[in-house]
């Protein structure tokens, strides 16, 4: 069983940047695949970036890409997720997910999830 809570979102004006964070308590972080998913009103959960539970392969959906990072801190059972050049179109809530496979990278994936966080991006 592991718990996570996401933090860090907020409301900003395009071309802004944020970063997300998610703590994760209940196992040991690394046990995991751990990962990032956005919803937007009125559409479905999608996939955001993800590391592998082993090596640590990072996957990163292509339309984020160059802008969207995602980073760990295994001795703070942390992961991040760095957004830069912000568009409204990533008004979203943003999950923090582990899966208890080799990696995460669509919603079947995900074992767990938190609760989200809501950034809002205006223009």
């Known amino acids: 069983q592991v718990q996570l809570v996401e933090s860090g979102g907020g409301s900003v004006q395009a071309g802004e940047s944020l970063k997300l964070s998610c703590i994760a308590s209940?196992?040991?972080?690394?046990?995991?695949?751990m990962g990032w998913f956005r919803q937007a009103p009125g559409k479905e959960r999608e996939f955001v970036a993800s590391?592998?539970?082993?090596?640590?392969?990072?996957y990163s959906a292509d339309s984020m890409k160059g802008r969207f990072t995602i980073s760990t801190d295994n001795s703070k059972n942390t992961q991040y997720l760095q957004m830069r050049n912000l568009k409204p179109d990533d008004t979203a809530v943003y999950y923090c997910?582990?899966?208890?496979?080799?990696?995460?990278?669509?919603?079947?994936?995900?074992?767990?999830w938190g609760q989200g966080t809501q950034v809002t991006v205006s223009s």
């Open positions: 590391y592998s539970r082993i090596g640590g392969r990072i």
């Open positions: 997910a582990a899966s208890k496979g080799y990696n995460i990278t669509t919603v079947r994936d995900a074992d767990y």
């Open positions: 209940g196992r040991t972080f690394s046990t995991y695949a």
